[in-house]
């Protein structure tokens, strides 16, 4: 069934999509359960889902991918974290922390972490249900088009969003699942009504929301990329959230921005592995330090 050079059906990487919700399409439009289809086009001697394919492919993988849907190779890399190299962080080490990534926490094929993030709104839009590779960031923590929280795990369950798990383990699932599914308990996870953006100062989130636009168009027609901004940027979230190297930032950036003193957890876990919402709230206070930082250095300059 899979013999040729191009696969029976080969869908192409859907806009800002990421390589893992690509490969499990490649699956289903094949009519193969995910762990068979990766098994007959990769080999079981290859496994693809105990590692992060989204954050750095094994050399054995694009090609064949490339190969059976005929997507070229520049498309195929730009559904993995290839396509941030230089913009958000240097380079992609194989392990620890990368700059911005979310962490899946894979143990074996489960995800113990919540790496995976999602706008409801877009998944029930979507003429076929698909996850972006941006959703991974941990920056990206609204959607620009809806202008709603993202949510990172099923609103019913609590578990986190794995869907190349959706059809495993059940032997009696013949249909193609949407990805628009809980793997866990089968709810739809566009079934929830978001937590609407509270836009408390135009000047942060039209920056912020300048930088999310930019990752979805792939920076394609998005001008100069600061890649010093955004090291800022996250240097500022790390001390924000570092209450014992910095236990008075929190609160005068507060008070400076006539924001509230919300509780963070304390922990000694970076950035990327902070709640959601945390991240939301910490990362609207950097923006505002460095919009106000910008707006000293204009009034020095005069």
Not at 45 to 60: G, I, K, S
């Given at each position: 069934?899979?013999?040729?050079?191009?696969?029976?059906?080969?869908?192409?990487?859907?806009?800002?999509?990421?390589?893992?919700?690509?490969?499990?399409?490649?699956?289903?439009?094949?009519?193969?359960?995910?762990?068979?289809?990766?098994?007959?086009?990769?080999?079981?001697?290859?496994?693809?889902?105990?590692r992060?394919?989204?954050?750095?492919?094994?050399?054995?993988?694009l090609?064949?991918?490339?190969?059976?849907?005929?997507?070229?190779?520049?498309?195929?890399?730009?559904?993995?974290?290839?396509?941030?190299?230089?913009?958000?962080?240097?380079?992609?080490?194989?392990?620890?922390?990368?700059?911005?990534?979310?962490?899946?926490?894979?143990?074996?094929?489960?995800?113990?972490?919540?790496?995976?993030?999602?706008?409801?709104?877009?998944?029930?839009?979507?003429?076929?249900?698909?996850?972006?590779?941006?959703w991974?960031?941990?920056?990206?923590?609204?959607?620009?088009?809806?202008?709603?929280?993202?949510?990172?795990?099923?609103?019913?369950c609590?578990?986190?969003?794995?869907?190349?798990?959706?059809?495993?383990?059940?032997?009696?699932?013949?249909d193609?699942?949407?990805?628009?599914?809980?793997?866990?308990?089968?709810?739809?996870?566009?079934?929830?009504?978001?937590?609407?953006?509270?836009?408390?100062?135009?000047?942060?989130?039209?920056?912020?929301?300048?930088?999310?636009?930019?990752?979805?168009?792939?920076?394609?027609?998005?001008?100069?990329?600061?890649?010093?901004?955004?090291?800022?940027?996250?240097?500022?979230?790390?001390?924000?959230?570092s209450e014992?190297?910095?236990?008075?930032?929190?609160?005068?950036?507060?008070?400076?921005?006539?924001?509230s003193?919300?509780?963070?957890?304390?922990?000694?876990?970076?950035?990327?592995?902070r709640?959601?919402?945390?991240?939301?709230?910490?990362?609207?206070l950097?923006?505002?330090?460095?919009?106000?930082?910008?707006?000293?250095?204009?009034?020095?300059?005069?």
């Amino acid at each position: 069934m899979l013999s040729g050079a191009l696969w029976p059906a080969h869908p192409k990487p859907l806009s800002g999509e990421c390589l893992s919700s690509w490969l499990v399409r490649c699956a289903h439009h094949n009519g193969l359960k995910v762990q068979t289809f990766c098994d007959r086009v990769f080999g079981k001697e290859h496994q693809v889902w105990n590692r992060d394919v989204d954050r750095l492919a094994p050399p054995w993988l694009l090609p064949v991918i490339t190969a059976g849907t005929g997507a070229s190779p520049h498309s195929a890399d730009n559904t993995t974290m290839k396509l941030f190299e230089g913009r958000l962080f240097e380079h992609r080490n194989r392990g620890g922390q990368l700059r911005w990534v979310l962490l899946l926490g894979q143990y074996h094929r489960l995800h113990q972490g919540f790496g995976m993030q999602y706008c409801p709104l877009c998944l029930g839009e979507d003429k076929e249900p698909y996850y972006r590779l941006p959703w991974r960031l941990a920056f990206y923590t609204f959607c620009p088009r809806h202008q709603t929280l993202l949510l990172d795990r099923c609103h019913a369950c609590g578990a986190p969003v794995a869907f190349h798990r959706i059809e495993l383990g059940r032997p009696g699932r013949y249909d193609t699942p949407s990805l628009n599914e809980c793997w866990q308990c089968q709810t739809r996870l566009s079934d929830v009504q978001p937590l609407a953006l509270e836009r408390w100062h135009q000047g942060v989130f039209q920056r912020w929301e300048r930088w999310l636009r930019a990752v979805d168009r792939q920076f394609v027609n998005s001008g100069r990329i600061d890649y010093s901004c955004m090291a800022r940027l996250h240097v500022i979230c790390r001390r924000i959230v570092s209450e014992h190297k910095f236990p008075d930032l929190q609160r005068n950036l507060c008070r400076r921005s006539g924001r509230s003193v919300l509780p963070l957890s304390v922990s000694r876990r970076p950035f990327e592995h902070r709640e959601l919402q945390e991240r939301h709230y910490v990362l609207g206070l950097a923006w505002w330090s460095i919009q106000a930082r910008r707006g000293q250095a204009r009034l020095s300059s005069q």
